[in-house]
């Protein structure tokens, strides 16, 4: 497959950036247009504290028609206009292909009954878990586990999936370590050597199987590297700046799906989104405020400033005053919707994606990064060259001086110990040499040779 080229912006004006529209909308099988001026709920969902074993399986698949019965029946009551249903297998599901889709399939026709009975429009995202890494060190490109990944998305797409996306892992084995270390430079090679190789290989994959099955070819999340180092900030582990510039960097290696035939909306984990639609024009899934049920963050409103879909995250059903936590997540995302999208109907919507953006830019580096002016100005840097390598270094460093002016001009106030990390990673990144086979000669020397295997990448040892 030939990769598309991406050398200039979707959009003319930032104020064009908006949620809820995208120059390149989503149209999917039963007409609901994802990026066409409405910004629909996005739930996604897990079990409670239960395994999933053969003995456990019939009542596994009952709380699973449990939960999609009651998260529709509340969307249904609050009038939502639409709603994206996420089914993210647990990795029982992906060792077990029969599994994962009786599970897919349970979910898929308690939607269509829905759509029938009650005229509630939905689509189903579907999104294995990336088992590959389940192997030490990972293989990538081929075994049980590779295979297994394939088969859920192509059994599922024929069985009425809508997207096909996932939170892939390449260069994971090696990211994981670097973030606890703060060590950019690995990050990159992490980034824009191996996660860039391995979103190559694993989207021209993902892409043919839902061209064959006439699906939509989504978008993947680098949800294991930046939100990795986003929760660790924020447990005060690792730098916030280190953070904010992970949340810039995964850019380049997020673009490889829709280089590799992804056209969105890509998955709701992946803060990089904003800089993707930038860039292609596609439709985003985005979370923020309503995924505290997940995880805390310090990018609760800013996230959905430029978003067409909203999320969760994820929850568990557990039972709560009111309810079953997934319908308390279903509730807040509409309401959320419903007034982000009031807001546009009453010509209101740039204001509302401003007081979005500015009730959380100066109070984070990784909210102010997600400001839709800095948005362009990160995209506009990832265009400039056309390799994976350049660009992951060539964004690190324009974060970097980003928020370093921030600093100076008192729009971002940080603590003088973040300030001080902006100087050592800019310092790292001036060790890294401007030629990528000179880098990876250079890493292949540094990284520890029992955590990756080279050749799963398409590198020579």
């Given amino acids: 497959m030939t990769p598309k080229q991406f050398t200039s912006l979707a959009y003319k004006s930032v104020d064009e950036f908006v949620y809820g529209k995208a120059p390149n909308p989503v149209v999917c099988k039963n007409g609901m247009v994802i990026g066409g001026g409405t910004v629909y709920p996005e739930i996604n969902f897990t079990l409670p504290n239960m395994q999933v074993t053969n003995e456990t399986l019939m009542d596994v698949l009952e709380t699973y028609h449990e939960?999609?019965?009651?998260?529709?029946?509340?969307?249904?009551?609050?009038?939502a206009p639409g709603v994206v249903v996420e089914y993210e297998t647990l990795p029982e599901f992906t060792y077990n292909p029969t599994w994962g889709v009786q599970?897919?399939?349970?979910?898929?026709d308690t939607m269509r009954e829905f759509e029938t009975k009650h005229g509630l429009k939905s689509v189903m995202r579907m999104t294995p878990n990336d088992v590959r890494e389940f192997n030490r060190p990972p293989i990538m490109r081929s075994g049980r586990y590779f295979n297994n990944m394939l088969e859920v998305f192509d059994t599922t797409a024929k069985d009425g999936a809508d997207i096909l996306s996932i939170e892939s892992t390449g260069g994971k084995e090696i990211n994981d370590e670097a973030i606890i270390n703060v060590d950019l430079k690995t990050s990159v090679f992490a980034l824009g050597?191996?996660?860039?190789?391995?979103?190559?290989?694993?989207w021209q994959h993902i892409s043919n199987i839902a061209r064959a099955n006439k699906v939509i070819s989504g978008g993947d999340s680098a949800c294991g590297f930046a939100n990795t180092a986003m929760v660790l900030a924020e447990r005060k582990y690792i730098p916030k700046v280190f953070a904010a510039v992970m949340r810039t960097m995964v850019t380049p290696r997020a673009l490889v799906a829709l280089e590799y035939g992804a056209v969105g909306p890509s998955k709701d984990c992946a803060y990089e989104n904003l800089y993707l639609k930038a860039i292609t024009g596609t439709p985003i899934s985005m979370e923020g405020k309503s995924a505290a049920c997940a995880h805390f963050s310090p990018i609760g409103n800013i996230a959905a400033a430029c978003t067409d879909l909203w999320s969760n995250e994820s929850v568990q059903q557990v039972k709560l005053l009111s309810g079953f936590a997934t319908e308390v997540s279903m509730e807040q995302l509409a309401y959320d919707c419903r007034l982000m999208n009031?807001?546009?109907?009453?010509?209101?919507?740039?204001?509302?994606?401003d007081l979005l953006v500015e009730s959380d830019c100066?109070?984070?580096?990784?909210?102010?990064?997600?400001?839709?002016?800095?948005a362009f100005k990160v995209a506009e840097e990832v265009i400039k060259t056309s390799d994976a390598f350049s660009r992951t270094v060539n964004t690190a460093r324009l974060t970097l001086e980003i928020l370093n002016n921030a600093v100076k001009k008192k729009e971002l106030v940080?603590?003088?110990?973040e300030v001080k990390y902006i100087d050592m990673l800019r310092s790292q990144l001036d060790d890294i040499p401007e030629n990528e086979d000179e880098f990876i000669a250079e890493m292949m020397d540094e990284v520890d040779?029992?955590?990756?295997?080279?050749?799963?990448?398409?590198l020579s040892v």
């Fill in 414 to 417: 940080i603590d003088e110990r």
């Fill in 193 to 202: 050597v191996l996660g860039a190789r391995d979103m190559a290989f694993l």
């Fill in 449 to 458: 040779p029992g955590k990756f295997i080279p050749e799963e990448y398409g």
């Fill in 103 to 108: 599970v897919h399939r349970i979910l898929r």
């Fill in 67 to 79: 939960i999609i019965s009651g998260v529709l029946t509340k969307a249904h009551e609050l009038n």
């Fill in 342 to 353: 009031k807001a546009t109907e009453k010509g209101h919507g740039l204001l509302m994606r």
């Fill in 362 to 374: 100066f109070t984070d580096p990784q909210a102010y990064v997600l400001r839709p002016d800095v």
